[in-house]
C-alpha cells in the first residue's frame, strides 16, 4: 500500500496524520514538506518555510520524532505496526506537488515524463515558472529554449544539486574563504 499526501492518493490515515503533525511542525517554524506511507513506513518530510533559512538541524528532527512519536501513542492514527521516519528533503529533493516546485524556482531541475516531449522522456532545465497546473523549465541547449510541463506528464521530477569541486588546499579560493571549502 503506498499513500501520499498531496499526490493522487490520499486516505483517512494520511488525513489524521497530517492532522496531528502539522500543528507540531508549525510550532517548531518548520514546513510539513510531505507524508508518505508505503509498506509500514510513514515517511514525514520537514523542511524550512518558504523563503526561510536552509536547513533542518538534527535538533529538529529528534524533536519532531519524539513529539510525534508520543502523539502517535496518544492518538493511535495508523491501524496495526508501523515504522516512523522523520527527515528533511535533502539537498536534492523529490517534487509532488505545485507548491514544491513553487518554493525551487531558479534551481535546476530533473524531469522523467510520462509521455515523450520532443522526442525525450528526461528533460533537465533550469525552473523559471510554475503555474497550479504546469512548470516551464529553461533547457541547457544551444538556443536556451523553454520547456511547458503539464503536472499530468510529470511523472518524476526532483532537483538537482551542482556539486563542483574542493578547492584545493592553499589554492587562491580556499585561502579567500578562509580555509573551510564547505
Known amino acids: 500500500m503506498s499513500i501520499t499526501r498531496g499526490g493522487a492518493q490520499s486516505s483517512p490515515v494520511i488525513d489524521r496524520v497530517t492532522a496531528l503533525i502539522n500543528p507540531i511542525v508549525a510550532d517548531l517554524g518548520l514546513d510539513l514538506y510531505d507524508i508518505e506511507y508505503t509498506g509500514g513506513v510513514l515517511r514525514v518530510v520537514v523542511d524550512t518555510q518558504p523563503g526561510g533559512p536552509e536547513g533542518v538541524s538534527l535538533d529538529n528532527i529528534s524533536l519532531i520524532t519524539r513529539l510525534v512519536s508520543r502523539e502517535f501513542d496518544h492518538s493511535d492514527p ?14 536534492e529533493r523529490t517534487l509532488r506537488e505545485p507548491r514544491h516546485f513553487h518554493r525551487e524556482i531558479g534551481k535546476t531541475l530533473a524531469v522523467k515524463l510520462e509521455a515523450p516531449i520532443n522526442g525525450e522522456r528526461r528533460v533537465q532545465g533550469d525552473l523559471i515558472s510554475a503555474t497550479d497546473d504546469s512548470i516551464t523549465l529553461r533547457l541547457a541547449d544551444t538556443a536556451m529554449s523553454e520547456l511547458i510541463i503539464p503536472f499530468a506528464n510529470i511523472d518524476r ?13 592553499g589554492s587562491k579560493k580556499s585561502k579567500e574563504d578562509g580555509g573551510n571549502a564547505s
Open 78 to 91: 495508523i491501524p496495526g505496526r508501523y515504522t516512523l521516519e522523520v527527515s528533511s528533503p535533502g539537498l
Open 157 to 169: 521530477a526532483k532537483t538537482v544539486f551542482n556539486w563542483g569541486p574542493a578547492p584545493k588546499p
